[in-house]
């Protein structure tokens, strides 16, 4: 196939871009808005443009059969939610011209019933948005991913590690369910392999189901070997614990905002079909933290290939 990867340079585009490369034989080309300062892998093409700017990036979609949606505005200035809703609206309409097959998208775990976050809100809203093109979309939702490079665990790894004692606000002690960055470029191959996955939303998160407490207290431990004591209060609003991080991390507020505010949504796999196609063994959170770190070594006859029919007894 003909792979198109938006979001090339991010945390996991560029990561999804090296699988692609090594694992797979698909023709592979990337959209990055700086050509000239993206050093591609061999044999991978590039095109510049940016989503936001109609006329642009159109020409990178040329004679493409599938395009991976890797585009999040959030900690840019100005209003994230429109930019994504721009940026969505402009690609959806140019992957219809050019024909594409297939678009597949990585989004944001939580449940539509609840009160979703802005950052989950967007997320949602771009989904609908690229549905409403010709291309059949694949949606893999995800709570925080794990891995080197990830804004949201920079933000709890420095949390974790900066102060003994931390003032957080009661939704700490929501439920997630993390994922490490090695399973979501996994799970992304996968439905690149699988036509029957064109069209549908997954659902997809590591094997541990833990509250932010117990996330902060375990990667605390991890890298210092000794737990923060965290004391949740009721008056600390998701717009003053951006402050308050803003001053502990170097995230920051426009990013750290949103991040903090999604924490009120329970962020949980309750849909779990992609695991009947994908013979994956999921990786634990504290792994996931150790080789966020450098700590342990990711082992490549560790990882998952996207189950092919004789792999999975015929199905």
């Known amino acids: 196939m003909r792979v198109l990867v938006t ?14 490369h090594t694992k797979t034989t698909h023709d592979v080309t990337v959209l990055v808005r700086d050509a000239a300062s993206y050093e591609a892998p ?9 989503v936001l700017e109609p006329g ?25 939610a429109e930019r994504d809703r721009r940026g969505a ?3 959806e309409r140019a992957a219809s011209d050019a024909g594409l ?24 809203e771009v ?11 694949t949606v893999l939702r995800a709570a925080i991913i794990i891995g080197d490079g990830s804004a949201s665990f920079r933000l709890v790894r420095q949390l974790a590690t900066r102060l003994p004692v931390m003032i957080t606000p009661q939704w700490v002690d929501t439920d997630c369910q993390p994922i490490a960055i090695e399973d979501v470029v996994t799970y992304c191959l996968a439905v690149l392999e699988r036509p029957e996955t064109a069209g549908e939303t997954y659902e997809i998160g590591g ?45 920051p507020n426009r990013l750290a905002y949103p991040l903090i505010d999604g924490v009120r949504n329970r962020v949980v796999v309750t849909d779990d079909r ?11 959170y504290d792994v996931a933290v150790r080789r966020a770190l450098g700590l342990e070594a990711d082992s490549e006859s560790d990882r998952a290939e996207p189950a092919t029919p004789s792999d999975r007894g015929g199905e």
């Open 89 to 91: 609206r402009n690609f």
């Open 127 to 137: 989904e609908s948005i690229l549905r409403e093109g010709t291309a059949d979309v």
């Open 42 to 50: 061999d044999d991978v093409a590039v095109v510049e443009g940016d």
């Open 56 to 80: 642009s990036f159109e020409d990178g979609l040329a004679d493409v059969d599938v395009a991976y949606y890797l585009i999040h505005a959030m900690g840019a200035s100005g209003d994230f």
């Open 274 to 284: 992609l695991e009947d196609l994908v013979d994956i063994e999921p990786t634990p």
């Open 207 to 251: 094997p541990d189901v833990i509250t932010y407490r117990e996330m902060l207290l375990e990667t605390g431990e991890i890298i210092t070997g000794r737990r923060p004591l965290i004391l949740p209060v009721p008056v600390l609003s998701p717009r003053l614990s951006a402050h308050w991080v803003g001053l502990v991390t170097d995230v």
């Open 101 to 124: 097959e297939r678009v597949i998208y990585l989004s944001g775990l939580g449940s539509d019933g609840d009160s979703l976050s802005s950052h989950l809100a967007s997320r949602r």
């Open 7 to 20: 979001g090339a340079t991010g945390f996991v585009g560029g990561r999804l871009v090296t699988a692609l």
